[in-house]
């Protein structure tokens, strides 16, 4: 019983620099929890001696480890051992083999330029734990975060789960245009780099994988909506971290792939949100091949709009949706309108509804 225990404990790798011993001791005792409870094995380069060693050690572990945590501060930008660990992690992030890596920023550094940027960082904000007005509660946040990871990484073990569950078999009742996927692949790419974006690429299922990494998805076809959500999925949580951001690609993708298409609903200004609003959902109806989009307009001074029906709930697609529509009444109106989701934001509801006022 004992064995297999220690067979489902989750191996971190720890990179720092030595400066940061005192800090890295720190973050060892708000992980004890879980390594007492046999969740997590960590290492680090203190745990060998020589220097010959230490690297071979330091890469056998690191090739192991499935959650690669990265003590950023100057020491560790200006350490050689530590940039061998930078491009190592990374190069394991463009294979699909589900290594997660946590920068977790200590004392303020420029790292805007690190080969790790793109990365979401702890604590949450890149606020490093140095300068944190209430430190233990930045480092006992920072073990929640990466006992979360741990969670995630138990769940998707090789010996747990030999395979990613697919989604119901409804999703592939659904199809969507090529348009939304490369747009939303596009945003990702100007937003956060194409490190980023081929980290997600690298994960996405094979029969579209290299599509995406030649950019060579076809604006014409119909991608399964399984497809669009797992990209969606994995760039949540590999690269983007809150799902509210969905709502501003959505909103920034008016003026990449999708602006020929809506181009039209604002090309003359208005001053009526209704026929925007019926307008808009009219060309995302020959988007998707399912989906419904109610426009009620019966209150004196707000609009209602529903989406639903996109096969399995998808917070994240209605999101995106959300934000393409508000950009184009905001750019028909010449001003910014007031939307408000008031239900099926945070959870996976079979619908959507948005309070426009007016």
């Known amino acids: 019983m004992l064995a297999s225990v220690a067979d489902l404990a989750i191996d971190i790798f720890i990179s720092y620099a030595h400066a940061d011993e005192a800090l890295r001791c720190r973050l060892d005792s708000h992980l004890g929890p ?15 001696g020589a ?45 699909s083999d589900g290594a997660r890596v946590i ?48 969670v995630a990484a138990r769940l ?30 596009r945003t990702l790419i100007d937003e956060r780099g194409r490190s980023a974006r081929d980290l997600v690429v690298a994960q996405m299922p094979e029969h579209c994988r290299d599509d995406l990494r030649h950019e060579s998805l076809d604006l014409l076809a119909r991608y399964d909506l399984e497809t669009l959500t797992t990209y969606m999925d994995l760039a949540t949580s590999l690269v983007l971290g809150d799902p509210k951001r969905w709502r501003d690609f959505g909103r920034l993708a008016v003026s990449g792939d999708l ?28 988007l998707f091949t399912s989906g ?14 529903t989406i639903g029906d996109l096969g399995p709930p998808s917070v994240l697609l209605r999101l995106w949706i959300v934000g393409v529509m508000e950009e184009i009444v905001r750019r028909a109106m010449s001003s910014d309108v007031n939307w408000a989701i008031t239900h099926g934001e945070s959870s996976d509801t079979p619908e959507l509804t948005c309070e426009i006022s007016l």
């Open 259 to 286: 602006h020929q298409f809506v181009r039209p609903v604002y090309a003359v200004p208005t001053v009526s949100v209704v026929p925007v609003l019926h307008h808009t959902t009219s060309i995302l109806s020959c």
């Open 34 to 48: 879980l390594v007492r409870q046999g969740l997590i094995r960590p290492w680090h380069r203190g745990l060998t």
């Open 103 to 150: 920068p977790i920023i200590l004392r303020p550094c420029d790292w805007s330029a690190a080969a790790f940027a793109f990365l979401t960082p702890l604590p949450a904000g890149g606020e490093p734990l140095a300068s944190s007005p209430n430190p233990e509660i930045a480092w006992a946040d920072v073990a929640a975060r990466i006992e979360q990871a741990v």
């Open 156 to 185: 998707t073990q090789p010996s747990v789960t030999p395979e990613q569950p697919r989604r119901a078999s409804a999703a592939g009742q659904v199809r969507v245009s090529g348009v939304v996927l490369r747009s939303m692949d």
């Open 51 to 95: 220097d010959e060693e230490r690297s071979a050690a330091a890469a056998t572990r690191l090739a192991q480890a499935r959650i690669i945590l990265l003590l950023v501060s100057a020491d560790f930008l200006a350490d050689d051992e530590c940039g061998a660990d930078v491009e190592q992690a990374r190069r394991r992030l463009l294979t």
């Open 292 to 305: 419904s989009w109610r426009v009620d307009t019966g209150f004196a001074w707000k609009v209602v709009l």
